[in-house]
């Protein structure tokens, strides 16, 4: 604007020639020839002043859209151009929502290392897309204004994600807080009445209170049927307003804008938990890795509309409701002890103790687990199985009695097949001919209150000390020695072996005598492969 007032200032006033004012300027001829002609066209018009106000007033616009790039060219543009491919791939697998969008892609590059700008970044995608960019009218939209701690809205939203190298779809539970836009949300296999209850009940624990009134649109899990205008909720519905003494309010069919918040959660925190990892070793993995990108949305305040996020979400989480106690978020059922020690639930079996064949057990159905109690007495806890296909949740702990008369069976059992595996390598090893032994042993483990991995462990240290056969006795005389090694930390370590007590004194002993025992054996038998070969 400047050097175009300058040029009509020469030319107008001073009365420069072309050439010299572009020779005094250091400017091209053509940009002043083309000023003076936008001049001089103003001069023509019927209102030459107003015309002449408005040339020195509006800045001059350029065509860019022929000019070359300077900045997104090399490995640059090849990174981006893949993070769109990548895009393009998760549409034709159905994982459009979880694309990364161009404040993703920016993000990425400064992560890398690359120097642009967040406008270049959009320009180039833009450019990329224009062929298949559609016009879109334009919605004007009211911003509403919410009370501190008054107003949450919940919805679903889907993720697919690879657990444990399967692609398994999965649903995310999501809450908004109304007034500083607080994002918090958790992950189950199913939308279901059980998730619905779990979702709300580990929301109100997080934020250590509960909102005036929870806002939620048409789902299944919260409306249980219409009646004229009026929608009747569903009994979970009134059994967690009731309990955590909160208003509830339902959105219009399809008025997506009534609860807007929480509809831009859903995508927007899962493009940024989702949208750059997919691979996961189990859902806990997913969901520790989805609370901390919560957290991090929660604290960040970068952009004008989010300068005072955190100081929003202060007031809201202290204008809740108090909280004082946890809503059991299960079902029960009843079922029948089969012939296989298990009961059958939706297709799939979990065991329970073989001495309870035939007796009916009390289940208490959770979204990830369930509990089987007899006589109000907890006998299994297992993961729930979620699969297609009939699913087995085995454990070896309950078919110990019935092992011991049937100690051959072990072998190709399929509660064997579904221990941990250092556990069927010591078998495998030193046990596939006493098949009863190992029953004593887990027996004697369960007894004694040793688990799994105090038996993995105990192993370890009989292979650290050179042993080759193991028994039972070796492995229980090191249960016991490794939990008194655990249960003396952070006493003091006496030089003297008489200040030693007299259990752990025993223990050593004992351990010598096997110690010497099973080298005299490997020995014995070291001395007969030479004899006979």
């Not at 929480?262 to 995508?267: A, I, P």
Request: some cysteine.
């Amino acid at each position: 604007m400047v050097e175009k007032q300058a040029i009509i200032h020469m030319y107008r006033t001073v009365g420069y020639s072309k050439r010299a004012i572009a020779r005094e300027l250091d400017i091209s001829r053509k940009t002043v020839h083309k000023v003076i002609a936008e001049y001089e066209a103003a001069l023509n018009c019927p209102d030459p002043e107003s015309s002449l106000e408005s040339i020195l007033t509006i800045q001059s616009r350029y065509d860019s859209s022929k000019r070359s790039r300077r900045i997104i060219t090399g490995s640059l543009k090849d990174l981006i151009d893949d993070c769109l491919e990548k895009n393009t791939r998760k549409r034709a697998m159905g994982l459009k929502k979880q694309c990364m969008r161009g404040k993703d892609i920016y993000e990425l590059l400064i992560d890398k290392g690359f120097e642009v700008s967040y406008t270049g970044v959009c320009k180039y995608i833009a450019s990329v897309a224009a062929e298949k960019k559609e016009d879109k009218s334009q919605e004007a939209f009211i911003r509403g204004y919410y009370p501190p701690g008054e107003s949450c809205e919940f919805d679903w939203g889907e993720v697919k994600l690879y657990l444990n190298g399967k692609l398994q779809r999965i649903q995310m539970a999501v809450f908004t807080l109304s007034h500083s836009n607080g994002r918090y949300a958790w992950l189950f296999h199913h939308q279901d009445q059980l998730a619905f209850m779990e979702s709300h009940r580990n929301f109100f624990r997080q934020i250590k209170g509960v909102p005036s009134i929870m806002v939620y649109d048409n789902m299944r899990v919260a409306i249980k049927k219409f009646a004229g205008q009026e929608k009747k909720p569903t009994e979970t519905l009134l059994r967690m307003s009731n309990f955590y003494r909160y208003h509830y309010r339902f959105c219009n069919a399809r008025a997506g804008w009534e609860k807007g918040h929480v509809e831009r959660s859903v995508e927007y925190v899962r493009r940024k938990a989702f949208s750059v990892n997919l691979h996961y070793a189990s859902l806990k993995d997913a969901q520790i890795h989805l609370l901390a990108i919560c957290e991090k949305i929660n604290s960040r305040s970068g952009s004008p509309s989010t300068i005072n996020k955190v100081e929003d979400l202060a007031a809201d989480l202290a204008a809740l409701r108090p909280y004082t106690n946890e809503m059991g978020c299960f079902q029960m059922a009843e079922y029948k002890v089969d012939k296989w020690s298990t009961i059958c639930m939706n297709c799939s079996h979990y065991s329970v103790p073989d001495t309870l064949v035939g007796k009916m057990v009390t289940v208490k159905l959770y979204s990830e687990k369930i509990v089987i109690l007899y006589n109000n007495e907890k006998v299994s806890v297992h993961e729930r199985i979620y699969s297609r296909q009939k699913g087995w949740s085995i454990k070896l702990e309950h078919y110990l009695n019935t092992l011991l008369r049937k100690p051959g069976a072990l072998h190709t059992s399929l509660a064997l097949k579904q221990m941990p595996g250092p556990i069927q390598t010591l078998f495998n090893k030193h046990f596939t001919d006493k098949a009863r032994d190992f029953v004593f042993l887990l027996q004697y483990a369960r007894e004694n209150n040793f688990s799994d991995s105090d038996i993995i462990e105990a192993y370890a240290s009989l292979k650290a000390r050179g042993l080759r056969s193991i028994s039972a006795d070796q492995i229980k005389v090191m249960l016991y020695a490794n939990n008194e090694s655990q249960v003396s930390q952070g006493e003091p370590i006496y030089p003297d072996d008489n200040h030693k007590s007299g259990s752990a004194m025993i223990e050593e002993g004992a351990m010598r005598i096997l110690m010497d025992l099973s080298r005299i054996m490997d020995a014995e038998n070291n001395i007969k492969i030479i004899t006979k070969n």
